[in-house]
């Protein structure tokens, strides 16, 4: 027997005690193969995932299956369609009256990319429609970059928020924004927040460049695992066997299988052209897979903004979502490979998150120009620094080279945008433009004196 069905065998056992039992008297039921030491460190893990009750100390500690509460985690969402609910119910049940499930690789081989639907026509047209932001001609990114702050403080809030985190929105913000940490609250909340916080800038910033490859999904593991995961695992398929809390699935534990298992999951996902269907297939089989040794379903929610960020459509940032119906849904797709639940939560979170979103657009009021062709405004001043240029000689360069890159009607509020942040660029300006601070300083004092000249 397996160590995973042996600790669901003493789960088993304890359900059928209508009393309190002592390790002493539980290990006296089980078979001599059970190891004392195993059992109480199985005991140990089941107390702290709520399944299993510990009352008394030393000698008179006892143990007893955890009455199962009306919280959360048991209340019927208003977001589940009624076809969802009877697999809410089953997986909802005791762990020890369900049956251990092994990965299933006939359910990931039956789906055709762009033949298989997760999502209906309907659904998918429906939320294309709400999701829509953006001119077709617009850069990848556009959007994500006019909602980037807000997309920082949500999407870290939410995806971290359903991992169990405890800091509240505000705390969130504050810590994103200006590094502040909540009082009170564990340093892995804020290691985990914050790690959400450069996964999503590297999704926003590579979006022209962003592929749906196992190398991108490797790359998002390591953003959000850092510091959370012994180093060796950060971004690496896992070598050894994991357990999923509160379930009884078995995933794979041949890390050959794995590897080549996420290459078929991202070979799949690249072939489908909606971007919702990809999306949500790639949120399902990333978690369903778990390849990796910790922090799958947070690889798997950024994962799932990759088509929304690079088609300009409203990314996912699982607004509003309870943390017990998410579990619930991945727990179906788990051990019953039953995708309708996380399609009621996928659907109601999206349509949640873009009402959320337009408000946030109107209050800002961005700048369309600067954002739409940002890449282009920090080329232009790239070239001026690294090539010197100054007064009518920088002029005469920018009005070329905009020419043969930006529409006429756009041209000249978008010259202003880029003389603008010449204006004013200093070293804060010039990250990732491969500029360094003395050029910068350079160009600087010859562009001073040119303007002295005039």
Not at 37 to 43: A, I, K, S
Not at 325 to 346: C, G, K, T, W
Not at 444 to 453: C, D, L, S
Request: hydrophobic letters at 35%; glycine letters at 4%.
């Amino acid at each position: 027997m397996k160590p995973r069905d042996k600790k669901l065998a003493v789960l088993r056992l304890l359900s059928q005690e209508s009393t309190p039992i002592s390790l002493p008297a539980l290990l006296e039921k089980l078979d001599q193969d059970f190891k004392e030491r195993t059992v109480r460190r199985w005991l140990n893990e089941m107390v702290k995932e709520g399944l299993v009750k510990r009352t008394g100390q030393k000698r008179a500690t006892v143990y007893q299956v955890a009455q199962r509460q009306p919280e959360n985690n048991n209340q019927t969402s208003s977001c589940f369609a009624t076809e969802s609910l009877s697999a809410i119910e089953r997986v909802r049940k005791p762990v020890y009256e369900r049956q251990p499930i092994a990965y299933n690789d006939e359910w990931f081989d039956s789906y055709q990319p762009n033949t298989t639907f997760y999502l209906s026509e309907k659904l998918r047209t429906q939320l294309e429609k709400a999701g829509m932001r953006a001119n077709h001609h617009d850069p990848a990114g556009t959007y994500a970059h006019q909602i980037f702050n807000r997309l920082l403080i949500d999407l870290s809030y939410n995806s971290s928020r359903l991992e169990g985190n405890t800091y509240s929105l505000a705390d969130t913000e504050r810590l994103i924004l200006s590094g502040t940490s909540a009082e009170g609250k564990l340093n892995e909340e804020k290691v985990m927040i914050l790690n959400h916080k450069e996964a999503i800038r590297y999704l926003v910033e590579n979006a022209p460049r962003l592929k749906v490859n196992a190398q991108t999904l490797c790359t998002l593991h390591y953003l959000l695992s850092d510091g959370l995961v012994e180093a060796k695992y950060a971004g690496k398929v896992r070598d050894h066997w994991v357990r999923i809390t509160g379930s009884t699935y078995i995933p794979f534990d041949d890390p050959r299988k794995l590897e080549h298992q996420l290459e078929k999951v991202a070979e799949k996902a690249s072939k489908i052209i909606d971007p919702f269907e990809q999306s949500l297939f790639l949120l399902i089989h990333i978690s369903y897979l778990q390849a990796f040794t910790d922090v799958n379903k947070r690889t798997a929610r950024l994962s799932a903004n990759i088509p929304f960020i690079k088609m300009n459509l409203v990314p996912s940032s699982f607004n509003d979502v309870e943390r017990g119906d998410y579990m619930s849904a991945m727990i179906a797709i788990y051990e019953l490979q039953d995708v309708r639940p996380l399609v009621d939560i996928f659907a109601f979170s999206y349509m949640r998150t873009c009402a959320a979103y337009d408000s946030t657009v109107k209050a800002m009021g961005f700048d369309e120009i600067r954002v739409r062709y940002r890449e282009q405004r920090r080329a232009l001043i790239r070239e001026v620094i690294d090539q010197h240029l100054t007064g009518s000689l920088m002029k005469t360069h920018l009005e070329s080279r905009s020419e043969t890159m930006i529409p006429e009607n756009d041209r000249r509020p978008f010259l202003e945008s880029v003389f603008e942040d010449l204006e004013q660029i200093d070293e804060s300006r010039i990250v990732g433009m491969g500029i360094t601070p003395h050029q910068l300083s350079e160009w600087k004092a010859a562009y001073q004196k040119a303007k002295e000249e005039i």
